[in-house]
């Protein structure tokens, strides 16, 4: 069975086992305008006497993830994309407005303008409820692959458009036909995953650390991250742009490294502009990503519903318990 057909098998099942969660998801969406937090969801099943067997961490955690998509420890929110939204009638307005706005990109995309983007108050949305329009950013965040990328995504919002899926949505015109055009995109990703299996060196898995390496806190996570490697008993094994002990460009190296390791390791920790930049490249290539961040700090847009580990300042035996058992099912699935 190929990575696409066992991610959608899975994909599939996960949608139809969970119809209260995604209901319950999508309500939040519709009522408050974001999807909610893990936090949010058991507070509210506990208040209303829901049974404990409706598990919001576990549910937004089993959700499959799309085959080369970055890979986190711990869902922070339970987010949904427009196939998991298809049999919900009260989710067909947004879901018409999200075909409507991706046409619109389409056109605008193939127009003059220098910095194509689609506006919450085009011409085209007129015939939506103002209350939907506002909703489609949020939906656009958690439904990838889209055509849309960067800009503003707050009640006035306007969207940047991404040149690289246009082609791919062309001739959408409704729900299903969208969902269609996102799974053959899907399809192609997990091929080119497909394409490199079995090719991995003989001996342990390799892991690059992307990651400041000049701040005050720079040694004591990698400690940390060294411990949690070692935790997996010689199966991965760890290193960072300044371990690299051989002459030539440093940029050069640390993409030759991202580039050859089995998994990426990235704390995302203050932002910095170089870890964002290399974590995208591995992003870009397909790369299993584990992402960590100190507790506290917001992540960026992009990707801040995906999930990751929250560290404390010094990190914790948890901590690093939870960086490992992320790391062997990362290994599991290579």
């Not at 974001?34 to 919001?56: A, M």
């Not at 707050?154 to 409704?174: E, K, M, T």
């Not at 005050?216 to 742009?241: C, K, N, P, Q, T």
Request: some cysteine.
């Amino acid at each position: 069975m190929t990575t696409f057909e066992q991610w959608r098998e899975a994909d599939l099942a996960w949608t139809q086992e969970n119809p209260e969660m995604r209901e319950l998801a999508f309500r939040w969406l519709r009522e408050d305008g974001y999807w909610p937090t893990i936090e949010e969801l058991q507070r509210f099943l506990f208040r209303s006497g829901f049974p404990r067997v409706l598990d919001p961490q576990a549910v937004a955690d089993s959700k499959p993830r799309v085959p080369g998509q970055l890979a986190v420890a711990t869902q922070e929110r339970l987010t949904l994309g427009a196939r998991h939204l298809l049999d919900l009638v009260s989710a067909r307005p947004l879901l018409d407005l999200l075909v409507a706005a991706t046409a619109r990109a389409i056109e605008v995309y193939s127009g003059p303008s220098e910095q194509p983007s689609v506006r919450y108050d085009d011409e085209r949305f007129f015939g939506f409820d103002s209350d939907t329009v506002v909703r489609l950013p949020p939906l656009i965040a958690s439904d990838h692959p889209n055509v849309f990328g960067g800009g503003s995504y707050v009640d006035r919002w306007d969207i940047g458009v991404s040149a690289a899926l246009v082609r791919d949505f062309v001739g959408a015109s409704n729900p299903h036909e969208y969902v269609e055009c996102q799974l053959r995109v899907i399809e192609r990703w997990a091929g080119e995953l497909d394409a490199t299996r079995g090719t991995r060196k003989e001996g342990p898995a390799t892991a690059f650390v992307v990651m400041p390496f000049g701040e005050s806190w720079s040694e004591g996570i990698y400690a940390s991250i060294g411990r949690a490697v070692r935790a997996l008993d010689e199966r991965l094994v760890a290193i960072r742009a300044d371990e690299i002990a051989r002459l030539g460009r440093i940029t050069d190296q640390i993409i030759e490294a991202i580039r050859d390791a089995d998994i990426v390791i990235a704390d995302i920790t203050g932002l910095n502009p170089n870890v964002l930049w290399e974590l995208g490249y591995a992003s870009a290539l397909g790369k299993p990503c584990a992402l960590l961040m100190r507790r506290g700090e917001g992540a960026p847009f992009d990707i801040y519903d995906h999930r990751r580990i929250d560290y404390d300042a010094s990190p914790t035996a948890d901590d690093e318990r939870r960086l490992a058992e992320l790391l062997v099912s990362t290994l599991d699935s290579l």
